[in-house]
């Protein structure tokens, strides 16, 4: 091209004409490019926050089955249990109902937790139930209907937390939930994995509004939010 362009008249300028064109499209394929980054970084940084709103970095929710297991465990801690529980203890697994990723979640959990019907936990028969909550009315009714005991919040009751709380408080119903940020924002207990290890949080001033009285065992073993 170049040969031909200075063999003809005027083809010194005919050959700067199209480099400017080819300048001019890199530079458009740049910021298209540019652009494009953009959206990338942008949505990875929406997915982050999305899931730093159920669970802290470094962390994630426990397998249900080691869940059972550990819940199990701490209610034993609990030295006001089988007088709150009365004959039987009742756990309500707690979950969003339009949402499908809570709904799943609600799902595993209330699985692994049926085999907990097959022990008792203080010597005390237990029975797990699964409800969809709606609005504090509802919850409260479904607490004296079955005599609830513990609220196992599943991830995507975030809007809820407040009259979760509320509840729990006025029926003395232990909250036990699967992320840090949950305690934080007045649940009583979870118990997650944080880089891989058991990790259990205790909300000390939500647990005692719940009736709940954990053993200084459990505290010991235990991050405590005074």
């Not at 063999?7 to 394929?29: H, I, T, Y």
């Not at 465990?73 to 529980?85: E, F, G, I, P, V």
């Not at 009751?157 to 949950?182: A, P, W």
């Amino acid at each position: 091209r170049i040969a031909m362009w200075r063999d003809r008249p005027g083809g010194l300028q005919c050959r700067k004409r199209w480099e400017s064109m080819k300048l001019f499209a890199v530079r458009g394929n740049l910021k298209r490019i540019g652009r494009g980054l953009c959206l990338l970084v942008g949505s990875a940084s929406v997915l982050s926050l999305a899931a730093s709103a159920v669970h802290a970095v470094g962390e994630e929710k426990m397998p249900g089955p080691r869940f059972a297991t550990f819940l199990a465990r701490m209610l034993t801690y609990d030295s006001q249990l089988k007088k709150r529980a009365g004959e039987k203890l009742s756990i309500a697994v707690l979950y969003d109902g339009k949402s499908p990723a809570s709904t799943t979640h609600g799902a595993e959990l209330g699985t692994a937790l049926k085999s907990l019907e097959l022990a008792r936990i203080l010597d005390l028969p237990v029975e797990t139930l699964a409800i969809a909550v709606t609005d504090a009315s509802e919850l409260e009714k479904a607490v004296q209907s079955f005599g609830l005991d513990a609220f196992v919040v599943c991830d995507g009751l975030e809007k809820q937390n407040t009259l979760i709380r509320k509840v729990s408080e006025k029926r003395k119903v232990i909250t036990i939930g699967t992320s840090s940020i949950q305690v934080r924002a007045g649940l009583a207990i979870a118990v997650y994995l944080e880089s891989g290890k058991s990790k259990i949080l205790v909300n000390l001033p939500a647990s005692r509004s719940a009736g709940v009285a954990f053993s200084g065992e459990l505290l010991g073993l235990a991050e405590v939010i005074q």
